[in-house]
């Protein structure tokens, strides 16, 4: 805190407390802020004393000292409840309050204690089970919320509460008092982190690890609530017996400005909490998380739309730097729902290529890796960073360079690269020597990854009589039909699908299909080729027809009942 500012604000505060009546903002400005002349005094003036717990703005522009019924009490006459708060994270209403433990110290003695598991509703992340040692199991046997705060406000009746930074445990207290009882909660904090800054000047650190080393306080239990409480506590009545004897200060009114009030608006909008969550669908589809304007900064598509952002906000799974980001900028989500969780993911790969879209989060790209050879040269296996149009036979992608190394050097031979060259935009960054056995082998073990298995097709309801059907081919989306199959007949329905495969499978390749690929293309084929790997072959809950070799001319010269029958019983 800048010591000017701080020694206006007493300035100031003696001012007030010898006035009877409100004292305007220009009497202030004209007396105490004439060297500073700030360009909007008011504004200076609502910045600087509005967090002040001694000032109160009774009327626009005018001030007085906040009443307190102890604000004239001796500190030594006062009962204190100091209080210490265990939460599921930073920023309610996402996060929850898990474990309040509180004490009493009056006469310089701590009289009482209280110690209680909160109900939170959600899961504790990992990092806080670390750190509190409280398990989610543990901390849902607890009690519900309300009831405890409702025990720790009569517990602190007639008490000065005091927490160490106060300004976290006062503004997570004020939040959920207002979800929970729809009252603001009024009450400000003496914080000891404020007042040990200026009474303890020779500790290394104000953290109450620090302080509590600084003068040899143990802790029961280290971010346990009632652990911390006990410490702070103890370093409490040190510091009021430091004031006592430096006879500085006597009365509450004196350490006001060490004092938190709770802020409405303290901590930034969450973009969801645990009650929403439980409202959400648990089909296939699409998230948009908005930022604070609400325009659309990212989307995400999930198999599960409230088990997915379980994962994601609970941490239940490893997240990314990117997602962390974006979980901390979006202050609100919007979800569309989709048949089908591949195309929910080609739908967000589309908005991701948008032009229009909020560059608010840089999308940072994934390198994939993949091996490729040719079939009139299997004598020679190739590692790129690129899934170029061209004849070659492709495996991946991996998004793991040492996890493909390592799989390669188990069927092929490393090669020197010193005496070849390569396109610059080729990707090439390893050779291998190779034969169509050593290639066959890796096909057998990594049939999931090859480009000729990613030939199918995808159908899923897409609304009342109306299927959607995806074509795809070596792992390219190639074709999209709605078929309105009630009102179509067979026999339209047969030839539609004869002229598609005819047409996209056999006459021409997929470079002619294709033409030159741009990004989006490229990263739609490594977003079919994941999905195939991680669900294509496993249950899903739409239907998916492999094209293996030969299988697209059999279908042709057959008439096709048995492929529809399957294709739309999904």
């Not at 005018?62 to 409840?81: E, G, Q, T, Y």
């Amino acid at each position: 805190m800048d010591a000017i500012v701080l020694e206006i604000r007493d300035q100031i505060f003696d001012h007030l407390k010898a006035a009877k009546d409100p004292v305007s903002y220009t009497a202030i400005s004209n007396r105490f802020l004439s060297e500073k002349k700030p360009s909007d005094p008011l504004s200076y003036l609502r910045k600087h004393l509005t967090n002040d717990a001694r000032f109160l703005e009774v009327k626009p522009g005018k001030w007085v000292l906040r009443h307190s019924d102890f604000a004239d009490s001796n500190l030594s006459d006062l009962r204190f409840c100091v209080f210490d708060l265990e939460t599921t994270g930073g920023v309610p209403p996402l996060h929850r309050i898990i474990e309040i433990g509180a004490v009493i110290v009056e006469n310089g003695e701590i009289t009482k204690e209280f110690s209680h598991l909160t109900r939170p509703d959600r899961p504790i992340p990992d990092y806080v089970e670390k750190l509190t040692g409280i398990k989610t199991k543990e901390a849902q046997a607890g009690e519900d919320c309300k009831k405890v705060l409702v025990d720790f406000l009569e517990f602190s009746k007639n008490c000065i509460l005091v927490a160490h930074n106060a300004l976290f445990d006062v503004n997570f207290m004020s939040y959920e008092y207002k979800r929970l009882f729809d009252q603001e909660w009024g009450l400000d904090s003496l914080c000891t982190l404020k007042l040990s800054k200026v009474l303890i000047k020779d500790s290394e650190s104000h953290k109450l690890d620090k302080l509590a080393e600084h003068f040899g306080f143990e802790f029961e239990g280290r971010h346990r609530a009632l652990g911390d409480a006990k410490v702070t506590a103890q370093l409490l009545i040190k510091m009021l017996e430091q004031l006592d004897s430096e006879d500085r200060v006597t009365t509450l009114r004196d350490v006001g400005k060490y004092c938190i009030l709770p802020k409405k608006n303290h901590f930034s909008k969450c973009m969801t909490n645990p009650d929403e969550i439980e409202t959400l669908p648990v089909q296939s589809g699409l998230v948009y998380f908005k930022g604070e304007r609400g325009k659309k900064i990212f989307v995400k598509a999930f198999a599960n739309v409230r088990e997915g952002i379980k994962d994601l906000v609970y941490e239940k799974v490893p997240t990314s730097k990117l997602m962390r980001k974006v979980i901390r900028k979006s202050t609100s989500i919007e979800v569309k729902l989709e048949r089908s969780h591949l195309n929910g993911l080609l739908n967000a790969n589309t908005f991701f290529h948008q032009r229009t879209r909020d560059k608010a989060i840089k999308i940072d790209k994934t390198v994939y890796y993949f091996l490729k050879y040719f079939r009139h040269n299997a004598d020679e296996v190739m590692l790129t960073t690129r899934k170029l149009n061209d004849d070659a036979i492709y495996f991946g992608p991996y998004s793991n360079l040492s996890q493909v190394e390592y799989e390669a050097s188990k069927f092929f031979t490393l090669k020197d690269m010193v005496n070849r060259s390569f396109p610059p935009r080729s990707g090439v960054e390893q050779l291998y020597s190779s034969s169509e056995r050593a290639i066959c082998e890796y096909a057998d073990h990594h049939r999931g990854f090859c480009c000729l298995d990613a030939s199918f097709v995808h159908a899923f309801l897409e609304d009342e009589g109306k299927w959607r059907v995806l074509f795809f081919r070596e792992g390219y989306f190639i074709k999209s039909r709605l078929l309105q199959i009630d009102t179509m007949g067979q026999e339209a329905t047969i030839d539609c699908f004869r002229e598609i495969f005819k047409s996209y499978y056999l006459d021409r390749s997929v470079p002619e299909i294709l033409g030159k690929l741009d990004a989006a293309k490229e990263d739609e084929y490594n977003i079919v080729m994941n999905w195939l790997i991680r669900s294509g072959y496993r249950r899903t809950k739409c239907f998916v027809f492999n094209l293996n070799e030969g299988r697209v001319l059999d279908l042709i010269e057959s008439d096709f009942f048995d492929f529809i029958d399957q294709l739309f019983q999904a």
